[in-house]
């Protein structure tokens, strides 16, 4: 599924907001008793836009919103049933080409959302990492690896990924070395490994094994890319792209994107 939501017609404020609960509601009803998606994979695009847009002083502040906003589109999840989402907070890309003051304002974001609303006393989702984390300040990876220990046992049974300085390409380079690397252990040849290889072996060692699958992936800002996400693992998800930017992602597109992955009949590739 290839989607991209319908521009919005702007209207006063309180209009607007009555409308959207309208809406938003509706389709809640509407989504009752449909097949929902077990997995959602989020890219959230378009922070530094909407800084700019809303005339912010910093467009870095964008990440600090956006940041927020995130917790609140878990929310969203959680009130469907949805146990496994991955969101990509940033790319090995990112890390690389953007200016390191933006990249450290970053990191300070992330590790205050660790603290502030995943690795807290009463913790609702069980945070689980992908990415390399050896390309991320100390600070942040101790931060990181902090969650996770913090959320191991968390009793809600939900399942939250976190993309950072990851890239789905070098994920499957990982995956392909640790391939090999638990092969020699074996004693075996390399070519009896090639004879017997199938997708599972593969798929066993990537940074998300033992999650399923995305079912649907939904990107905000408009772009209609998967900017090398979960290139694996999305091999047959639907695919959602919606116009607004991060920040402005509301609770009524979040249920557009779910009603379409709803409407569909997927095909896995048949």
Partial sequence: ?????????????????????????????????????????????GNRRWARERGLPDARLGHRYGARHASTVLGWCESLGVRHVTVFVCSAENLERRGSEEVAFLMQVIEEVLARDLAGPHPRWRVHLAGDPAGLPDSTARALAGAVAATADCPTGAHLTLAVGYGGRQELVDAVRGLLHAHADTGRSVRALAEELTAGHIARHLHTAGSPDPDLVIRTSGEQRMSNFLLWQSAYAELYFCEAHWPAFRELDFLRAVGAYAARKRRYGA
């Fill in 1 to 45: 599924m290839r989607t991209t939501a319908p521009s919005r017609p702007s209207l006063p404020a309180p209009l607007r907001t009555s409308v959207h609960a309208l809406l938003a509601g509706r389709l809640r009803r509407r989504l009752a008793g449909a097949e929902l998606p077990r997995h959602i994979g989020l890219i959230m695009d």
